[in-house]
């Protein structure tokens, strides 16, 4: 990211990110799916954790940021910190992007791509990130 672009970027208050997000995952009334590896089950994740940086927020943001990149060719600034005592080891310190919106509808968009009549299933945020990232890599090579 240039310096011009990094000068255009607001710091979010990642409370009221996680907040906001736990508000539409409770108001979409999906379940949080995360699938158990060894015995293939699916393991439902309170709407609290879904939504906590220290919980899958961290990985609903990124396929996001993703998303975005893609949409736009311009991502926002996520800041992880290892974070062991976290959900999935990870958890945002920081959130810096153009807007608000930016984040939310990203993030929106990860999770209807990922939503299936059982519930949301994160995992399958790899994909999204994955399928996004090599769009805006393709992209990038172009002439």
């Known amino acids: 990211m240039s310096a011009m672009e990094t000068a255009l970027l607001k710091t ?3 409370l009221f990110v996680s907040q ?3 508000a539409l995952l ?3 009334g999906r379940q949080i799916l995360v699938e158990d590896g060894q015995r293939q ?8 954790t879904a939504a906590a940086e ?3 927020l961290p990985v609903f943001l990124v396929a996001g940021e993703a998303i975005w990149r893609d949409v736009t060719g311009r991502g926002f600034e ?3 910190q290892r ?3 976290a959900l999935l080891s990870w958890r945002i310190e920081a959130i810096e992007a153009e807007t608000f919106s930016c984040v939310l509808l990203s993030v929106m968009e ?3 791509q990922v939503a299936v009549p059982e519930g949301v299933m994160v995992l399958d945020l790899a994909r999204v990130f994955d399928e996004a990232t090599a769009r805006a890599e393709a992209r990038r090579r172009l002439p």
């Open 12 to 14: 979010l208050d990642v």
């Open 20 to 22: 906001v997000v736990r």
């Open 26 to 28: 409770n108001e979409a």
């Open 41 to 48: 089950d699916l393991v439902p994740i309170p709407f609290d």
């Open 54 to 56: 220290d919980g899958l």
């Open 78 to 80: 996520l800041k992880l």
């Open 83 to 85: 974070d062991l005592g």
């Open 110 to 112: 990860a999770i209807a």
